[in-house]
Each structure stands twice: as structure tokens, then as C-alpha cells.
């Protein structure tokens, strides 16, 4: 999932890159770009997000009649999230795309979890009635903008050294040589790209001056800023403006020389900055289950009980189930819960307390000792009978046929086998747990065996990593 594609919504066609796994981050893209730039997503994406770039009307492969306003392409973006069935994001808005994420974060705050503004235009970019204004609309009018670019780039053929300086006049108050100096060789390839061979401003950037953040003092998100002083293109005071009248927002003082807050000095603490504030508070306020089959297994569990309440600060509920304290029948594959009593178990045992614990979970954590690489006895009951969980449709995806599961919500689901040579069930309790979990229809999943007689630091280590493959964020 890492491919540039068109969706048809109700408020018109809209370009779009979607790419890796966990929590959607939407990112707004600047101007004169569209959802080909680099946003240093992979950051992202290493780090257990899913990232989705919508493009904007008027760039590429979104048409300007998708929306000309900062409000008209809000709604558009709303619309694909409801194509693609997205319930929640984490919204980036950089430099020309701030108006547009404003706008969205004010109109959809049932969307929006928090809101990051980078390098971002809040204030009216340029005053009708100055040259500025009318120099944007002549230069980069849609049948000149394109020759206005190949000039550039044979200008950089021609002396990239000076080309690059003298466009940096435009992104930094600082000595722009000097600025360009600091860079490294992988920086200055970047650079290149952003200011100079990557652009098209389309149709797009003539009205992306026009666009107008209203009302941001209704905005409720958590939100951060980041501008750097040393900006030349967008004004710090277009950072300030914004912290003063969002009340639940930070201002962050960028280290950077310019604009471009991705690239030179200071842009690893740009993206320490807001990887830190994309993952506060996403691990608090969750329930918990650990289904227990290794009950002679008490020292390994209690250790993971004691991570889970250190890692999980503000957890709500931690609930632990020993299978071998509770009555649990084999599931007799009449498929009476799928079909003649739909999320209904004709078994009448204790799975009807302990599936509705199940659901309402935002983690599920499955202990087990291994035989041959597969689960105990117990825990196999125990998932055979999750069957409600699923309808009686199905999907083809990759070639396989997969259930259509019957909740939105489904837990993070975390399997631990417990062995005296991890090395010899590895394998197939990797693939076994995989596939089940694919069958269930459980999005983001990870599982690990772990030797017995491991010491506590081990024990806790080998915790950590289970639970970061699986996207948790710890």
C-alpha cells in the first residue's frame, strides 16, 4: 500500500497516497507539491503510523473544480475519509496547505485527534492590491507556471551552486550561502527537489493565495506549532497569531535556517518534536486482557503484568482470565453465530462472558506454552470460538478469502509462547499466529516466544519489542 491512486467521492475526484500501518496521519502538502513530496512520511511510517497525503485541488491528479477554498477542500477531504472508511487522523498542515488544515480541524474536530502546523500560512499570505499578489498571479499562472519552472531548472544545469542561493533569498533570513553550506550532500538533494526540479503549482497555487484560515479560535484539538524565526517565505508571526488564538496549542521555536524545516541544522529535533507529540497519550485510557493458558508459568506473567501497568501510565483496566479456571467446550462448527443467531454462541458455557470481554479490549494478549509450535489445548478452544466475531461474508484480498468482521473496533492482538528452545517452534508459531489473526480480521498484530528461565531485564525487553511490532508505541 504505498501507490499513488484517484477516488471518486461525493464532493468530487481527489488524488491520494496512502502508505504503512497503525494510526492515519493525514498531511496537508504545501504548495506548488502534491501528495509525491517528501513530508519525511517514512518517519512516520517507521514508527507504526499509516500516513495518507491527499493532494489538493489544482495540483496533479485533483482537478480545481474538486474545490478552490480552504472549505471546499476540507469537505473534499472529509469525503475520502469516508471512502476509505478512516474514523480518526492525526492532521499535518505544512506551509500553503495551513488554511486547508485548519479548516478541516475546525469543521471536523470529531476527526481530528491532533493537529500539527509546520512552517504554516495562517494570515492572509499576500495583501490584494501589492505587487507580491500580482506577481504570484502572473508568474504562476497555469499556462506560465510551467515555463517558469523549466527556466529555473536550467538555471540549476546551468550553475546549481548559484541557483540554489539565490532561491534560498526567498526561505531565509539568514546568509543564504552560508545556510546551503551547512548542509550535507543528501540535504542539498532535497533541497533541490523542494525549491526547484520537484514543482508544478497547476492550477493549484494561484488560489492558494486566496485561501483564508477563519475562526481558528474554534479549533479544540491538541495542536502544535513549528516556524522557525529565521523563515523568509511565511513570517514567524504567522506562528505566533496561531498560539494566541488556539487555546490548546504549543509554539515550538524551530532550530532551523529556513523554511524548509525537514532539512539542515536542527531538523532531527524538528522531527523528534513531532513524533513526541503524535505519540503522547496514545498508549493511556486503554483496557486490557491477557488470556492466560501457561498457568505454571506465574513469574513470566506476573513480569509482563508489572510492564504492561509501567509502559501503559492512566491505563483504565487490566484484566487477566486463567482458561484453565474457566469452562470452556470446543467449538462444535455449526455456524449457527454467523448465520441463524448473528454474534450469538448456542454453547451455553463461560465464553459468554469472556467473548464480550474480548471486544470491548483495546489490547489482547495471548499467553500460551507451545507444543510442536502450536498453542495449548485451552487457548485453541478459546479461539475457535471467537467465531461470533466474524459474519458469514466474505472478501478477497491478495488472492485469499478473508471473513468480513462483524465490529469496527477490533483489539491489538499480542501473542507470547512460552518454551524451553525458542528457536525450534519459532517458525511455526509465527506463521500460526499470523494467519489466525488474519483470519479474524485483526489489523495490527505481533507475537514472540520467549524462553523460560529468562532473567527480568529480558523479560522486559523481549516485552518491548513484542509490543512496538505491533504498533503500540511504547
Known sequence: MNEIKICETEKGRIEYLQAGRGPTVMIVHGGHDSCRGNYMQQNLIENNFSVLIPTRPGYRGTPITSGKTAESTANLFAALLKRLEIKKVI????????????????????????????????????????????????????????????????????????????????????????????????????????MITGNDSGEGFVHDVEHRAKKINDIVCPTLIIHSKNDASVPFSHAEYTHKMIKNSVLFEAPTDSHFLYIGPGSQEVLEKRMAFIKAGRNTRMKILLVNAASSSQTEIDALQEWIYSSFPGIQKLIRINLNMNKILPCNACMSCQIKNPGICVIKDDMQKLLPTYINSDIVVFITPLFCGGYSSELKKFIDRMCPVLTACFEKRNGETWHIPRYEKRPVMIGIGLNEDPGYSEAIFNQLFSRNMRQLNIRKHSCQIIAKGMNLDELKTSFHQTFNDAGLLI
Open 91 to 194: 492532521l499535518i498542515g505544512n506551509s500553503a496547505g495551513g488554511p486547508v488544515a485548519l479548516e478541516f480541524a475546525k469543521r471536523y474536530p470529531e476527526i481530528v485527534e491532533k493537529l500539527i502546523l509546520e512552517s504554516a500560512v495562517v494570515k492572509p499570505w499576500f495583501h490584494r492590491l501589492t505587487y507580491q499578489y500580482y506577481g504570484v498571479k502572473v508568474i504562476f499562472n497555469p499556462k506560465r507556471q510551467r515555463k517558469f519552472w523549466q527556466n529555473l531548472t536550467n538555471k540549476f544545469n546551468e550553475n546549481p551552486k548559484k541557483t540554489l542561493v539565490d532561491t534560498m533569498k526567498l526561505f531565509t533570513r539568514l546568509n543564504p550561502e552560508a545556510v546551503i553550506d551547512r548542509m550535507n550532500a543528501e540535504e542539498i538533494e532535497l533541497l533541490k527537489k523542494t
